[in-house]
C-alpha cells in the first residue's frame, strides 16, 4: 500500500461510526443513518395562562376577596373563569390541561407554607381558626397532560403561575358583641348625626379593616340629606358615618347596617324636622 492509498484508507475510517457492545468486547462499524435520534424537546407548548377569579361564601351568602375580612367558617371557591392564551401562540389543538393549585398560608412576618395541593384544582378550602392572623394565598397554574403530547416533549409544560391573595384572616366576629351607636337620632337643618360601629369577635377582641355595608330608605324623599361613607375611627375595630340633616322637608331616614352579609345587621332611624 502506497503512502496516499493509506491516508485515504485512514480518513474513511475515521467517519465510520463505531458501536460498542456493552457485553461484548468486540467493536463493528454502523452504517452511517441507521441510529434514531432522541425525541427533541418541542418549545412553544405552553398553555394558556388561568387568570380564573376566586369568592369567599358563608351560609350561602357570596363576598368578595378584595373587598371583605375572611374569618374562619368561610370557603375560599373559585367565582370565574379566565385565561389569557400563550404568548408564544403556538399551542398545539390536540394538547390538552390540568388545572394545579396550591394553597399558602402566609404569616404576619411574610414567611409561608403549603396547607393544600390539588390537581385537579377543587377551587375548595375551608379556613378555619388556627389561620386567624395570617392569609391565604393561591397560587394556579395549568400544566399540559403529557399523553396528549405524542411523539415530544412540550417544553414548558405549565403554565405562568397565577396568584390570589386574602386580606389577614380575623377570628370569628360575634353578633353579641359588636356594638352600634348613634349621638343624635332627631335632627335639625344643619345638624349631623355620628353612629359609631365596633366591631368585636367571639372572643371579645376589635376586628379591624372589616367592609360595613349601609342601606338607606327614605320615608317620602322630600327631606334633603348628605349621607357620608363609613370610615374607620380612632380605635381598634371602630367605623363611623356622618350623617347630616339639611332642611327642606321633615322625614326619617332608615339607615340599616351589615356586616358579612346576615352575619351583623342593624337598623336605626334617624328623623330630621323643620
Known sequence: MTKYNFIIYSLLLAVVPISVSADSSTTSAAPVGRLSPPTAPSVGHRPPKNLSGVELTFNGTVFSIFGYTPFPGMTLKRESIHRAPD??????????????????????????????????????????????????KLEVYNETDITSASGYMPVPSVSEPHYIETQPISNTPSPDLTLINI?????????????????????????????????????????LWDIGPVKKGVGPGEYTQVITYLGNHSETLGVEYSYQGDFFRKYLPITGRL
Open 87 to 136: 404568548p408564544d401562540n403556538n399551542y398545539q389543538a390536540a394538547e390538552t390541561y390540568t388545572v394545579v393549585c396550591t394553597y399558602y398560608q402566609v404569616n404576619k412576618d411574610n414567611s409561608q407554607h403549603i396547607l393544600k395541593r390539588e390537581s385537579p384544582c377543587q377551587y375548595n378550602f375551608n379556613i378555619k381558626k388556627e389561620h386567624s392572623g395570617s392569609r391565604i
Open 183 to 223: 349621638d343624635n337620632a332627631v335632627l335639625s337643618p344643619g345638624e349631623s348625626a355620628t353612629i359609631t360601629t365596633l366591631v368585636k369577635d367571639v372572643d371579645g377582641n376589635p376586628i379591624n379593616d372589616v367592609k360595613i355595608d349601609v342601606a338607606t330608605a327614605h320615608q317620602n324623599g322630600n327631606g
